[in-house]
């Protein structure tokens, strides 16, 4: 196990070296971590759950024209050539076909405790402090404008709305991040949730303070 997990490692660092810094090897690590304090409790299997973890975001369809296969078909040609079971690599690959929030309308299409736990470690890391860094690191990336007070939220985006939306960086947060809260899947994953939730808020009441110029 432990030689298949630093070989995928050391897969995953090459593929995404030049990343956007919200998508990296560090979100990765974080989701990889996240995933196995979740498990202490959880006691699903170690192997999928560390494999579903780094190889979740090897292709992200947001970078790839919004092509959704490109990062399954990655991940199945990887776990192939390290000759890994095959079950192994189709619980893994339902995992990545599984896990993105996806506007949060799209229903899965699998189920298992693994993936209620490596889906619940990469939603801690789009909420708190580390979810605010990234969430304004990709709209810069994609230009976005931080904010502005004539475009509301959009909470009834279809799928494809929601992957085309060029919407000011602020409406993500009721978009996506604040609901994160209230759709995690297991009993810790809520309890973590819980503080970066109120980070979130906490944020947000700062921010419109100052924008609005209130002392």
């Known amino acids: 196990m432990d030689s298949l997990i630093n070989k995928t490692i050391a897969y995953v660092k090459q593929e995404l070296e030049h990343a956007e810094g919200g998508h990296d090897w560090f979100h990765i690590e974080r989701v ?6 979740i498990n202490q409790i959880e006691k699903g299997d170690q192997l999928v759950i560390e494999l579903g973890a780094l190889l979740h975001d090897i292709a992200d369809s947001k970078f790839h024209n919004g092509d959704e296969k490109i990062g ?3 991940a199945r040609a990887f776990l192939s050539g390290q000759e890994c079971p095959t079950h192994i690599i189709d619980h893994v690959i339902s995992i990545i076909e599984n896990i993105s929030f ?7 299409t699998f189920s298992s405790k693994e993936l209620d736990i490596v889906q619940d470690a990469d939603r801690l890391d789009a ?8 969430t304004f690191n990709f709209g ?3 230009n976005h404008k931080i904010y502005d007070p004539e ?3 959009n909470l009834k985006m279809t799928k ?4 085309k939306s060029q919407a000011p960086t602020i409406n993500h947060f009721y978009e996506k991040l604040l609901l ?3 759709r995690m899947n297991t009993a810790k994953g809520k309890e973590l949730a819980q503080q970066r939730h109120q980070f979130m808020e906490d944020f947000l009441s700062q921010f419109y303070s100052e924008w609005k110029g209130i002392k």
Not at 102 to 108: A, P, T
Not at 127 to 134: C, H, Q, W
């Open 151 to 153: 475009i509301p939220p």
């Open 32 to 37: 990889w971590r996240n995933s196995k304090l």
């Open 127 to 134: 909420i708190g402090a580390i979810g605010i860094a990234r």
């Open 102 to 108: 996806k506007g949060g309308k799209v229903q899965r």
């Open 140 to 142: 810069g990336y994609k």
């Open 180 to 182: 994160l809260k209230d």
């Open 72 to 74: 399954p078909k990655k």
């Open 160 to 163: 494809e709305e929601y992957k």
